[in-house]
């Protein structure tokens, strides 16, 4: 799994071995998601420009289709590639309200497209794997703790560092600013996300500037965001500030409903940070960004929140909660630097050599007799000698190479070769299928 | 599983239902080919212009990207969405072959677009599953009967008619018309590929006019292209023509070989039919073409061919062998046409049901002992009467549903209800995962 130049920056491509690790992290979130009754959709890739560029901040970042030639009547067809899966599933939603089912549970795993400068976990193509539960008019906010305890499942059964969710509400960021007496609390908001990247003084400064709120009041907005907790203790820290606002309190009454429900079923997985933002505008309430510990410059490997009024067509309103698992931000890091390895760069777990070319159909009936009981194999290309033939299989990490002339089958890691009948031999199930596991990590921190 | 109009034409998306039957023929294509030793890999999405106008006949078809911005100084990219997933492998092949096991066996399953005018079975975006055997400088013939073969493995496990897998050769098709006297045998190629089109006597006029060949050798062409057999028989149909040329012998030989061993494998999967040609430049010998017997109308639902020299970085060649099943144009017969069902419209096995709210915690933990064992399920989303709870069941077609109270599950259909604990209980096998079967077609012909 060297690493290779990407031969198109931000479009990642994976070698055979490192597909078989992402295949392997894909099928495991799927089954989570699954287990836990959320179906599977897919949306088309592309959006009118018009949906893409009312939702979130990335204007610069749509890429946009147009046909070949300019000239043609519709060559200006105005879509564009959808940059996340939360747009795209609010607009299927309302495109098939009628055919649906609500509460809707659905995961989607998909690509989506920015055209961002390419930087390490960035890409300007990417494999999403999101989770929503979607209503009609109302959405109880037991949802606001399930969705977060299944992507937490999902998460801990990769072999990646034990993720840490945190959770905010915008609610209570927007009230506790409207409290100390800014009038755009959004100007508040956006300064306090730039605290990791210019430090709490220059945060300050810009609270100052852009929200017109005293030195004090930027001051107390600072340690608003300071606040962190693995349990519902983080509410007796915002009262101790001292502000008051009724939007305060009911972001403060959700918050700590969701701290005391994930602290109880999963500890230490979720966590209250005051100071997650999210950037998209349409999240209204409770807002989630995860990251794995060491590696917290990568930035948030699973994002998302409550979204009240996104998918809306003038009489109903769908209200829905969801996360988004970023794929390739977590392949990028564990290929990138070796953290996780496939047991073989192939499926096949046995090759069926050849003797000469007269014979095939004999490695071929082997093989197809393998195959229907279950055992991924393939026949040797070319009847070459042992030795070669053998080197085809180790090469790729195959561990058996069947003989047909005396029906004997070899692992090639042993060397122990046994009589074998290919109607009823099978490989310990630990070699049946390629596996995944951790490596020891070499840099600890980015 | 209503049909509903496409909210944009030529972009499919199914309903939650439609969406169980494509993910369990994706699976099955999937399984199919692993146990067959093909490798998963994805390819990005786009490819620079040059190379996707430089391979097949898709000038017209292509979307190409730009940034939003238009005045940027990178909007114009270069880059356009791949139109098949053949031309990517291609180039993946040249960017990684220090890094890659030759033969390589590859599949790929992917969304890919094409500009076209859309109509059954034609869309713009579109699925397809792909399988390849590429080596370094030379590929053994066997891999021209083991991909078709594959391929019908894959087709005859789904719930769709069985296929018939048409085989023709473009040398055998190019030595005959050379054989004749054509000067173009690429003008005969073209001119008998309108067959099924136009009719016999329009496409002799055609070969007499484009292609410069007497009435009497437009004639003899026409003789070729209505040869076909299960069997290696159709050549000495060919042969009894009277036309000799070298290539024309090197083509026969080939395709008497395809036919030899696969019709002793499967028989009555794989047919000679000299009149398939494939649009695409690219392909040099051996070419393939699959009908769903009933369906000819919706054209062919997998293609693909021989490639020598696709790849190629001036110093080294990688031949290949590939073919390309349209799993959506599959799907949009079956779906359209109710011909296939799903079991149920979630994946859940079981509803949780919930007496109140203050209880919920006691189904939840239910849910996880369930999942815990395999059994996927959720929790009811609200304490409604038990009635509407088993309607949230019925609705989706969830089999069971379990009420925490006195510990009993109930099977809906039957509407047995029986104690049970959720450490041991275990539905059927048949009800734990969602199925798909087909359904009696109500029109049999397209």
Avoid at 13 to 41: C, H, K, M, Q, Y
Avoid at 44 to 58: A, F, I, N, T
Avoid at 411 to 416: H, M
Wanted: aromatic letters at 6%; a negative charge; glycine letters at 8%.
């Amino acid at each position: 799994m060297a690493s290779r130049p990407a031969s198109l920056s931000g479009f990642p491509e994976w070698l055979p071995a490192e597909r078989i690790v992402e295949l392997s992290f894909l099928d495991t979130i799927r089954r989570t998601f699954e287990l836990n009754g959320f179906a599977s959709l897919e949306t088309r890739s592309v959006e009118p420009l018009d949906r893409l560029l009312s939702k979130g901040e990335v204007e610069n970042e749509v890429y946009v289709l147009r046909r070949l030639h300019a000239g043609d009547d519709d060559a200006d067809l105005g879509l564009g590639l959808h940059f996340d899966l939360t747009v795209p599933f609010a607009r299927y939603v309302l495109d098939n309200a009628g055919h649906l089912d609500f509460p809707l549970r659905r995961y989607q795993i998909q690509r989506a497209w920015r055209g961002e400068r390419p930087q390490e976990g960035r890409y300007r193509e990417f494999v999403q794997a999101d989770i929503d539960v979607i209503d009609r008019d109302s959405l109880p906010a037991h949802v606001e703790w399930e969705i977060p305890l299944v992507v937490g499942t999902a998460l801990r059964a990769l072999p990646i560092p034990p993720p840490v969710i945190s959770v905010n509400n915008r609610k209570l960021a927007e009230g506790f600013f409207r409290g100390v007496g800014a009038d755009d609390p959004g100007a508040v908001l956006r300064a306090v996300d730039k605290l990791a990247k210019i430090g709490p003084d220059a945060v300050a400064d810009l609270i100052v500037a852009d929200a017109g709120l005293s030195a004090a009041g930027a001051r107390v907005c600072l340690e608003l965001a300071q606040i962190r907790s693995f349990d519902p203790s983080f509410a007796d820290s915002v009262l101790a500030l001292g502000v008051s606002h009724p939007m305060l309190d009911e972001g403060l009454a959700e918050l700590t409903a969701v701290l005391e429900k994930t602290s109880a079923a999963e500890p230490g997985l979720v966590m209250a940070d005051l100071r997650i933002a999210r950037g998209l505008d349409y999240y209204t309430g409770t807002v989630y960004e995860t990251v794995l510990p060491g590696y917290e410059a990568l930035g948030s490997v699973c994002s998302g929140g409550r979204y009240d009024s996104l998918a809306s067509d003038g009489k109903v309103t769908y209200p829905g909660v969801g996360m988004s698992i970023g794929v390739t931000r977590i392949l990028g890091l564990v290929l990138g630097r070796d953290l996780v390895q496939a047991s073989r760069s192939v499926p096949s777990c046995v090759l069926v050599a050849v003797a000469d070319e007269a014979s095939r159909p004999d490695s071929d009936l082997v093989a197809t007799a393998l195959r229907a009981r279950g055992i991924p194999c393939e026949v040797a290309p070319a009847a070459a000698k042992f030795g070669k033939q053998i080197r085809h299989a180790d090469r790729r990490g195959i561990p058996f190479v069947w003989f047909t002339a005396d029906s004997t089958v070899k692992d090639i890691r042993s060397g122990e070769q046994v009589s074998a009948d290919p109607h009823t031999w099978s490989p310990p199930e630990r070699d049946r299928w390629p596996t995944i596991s951790a490596t020891e990590p070499k840099e600890p921190h980015l």
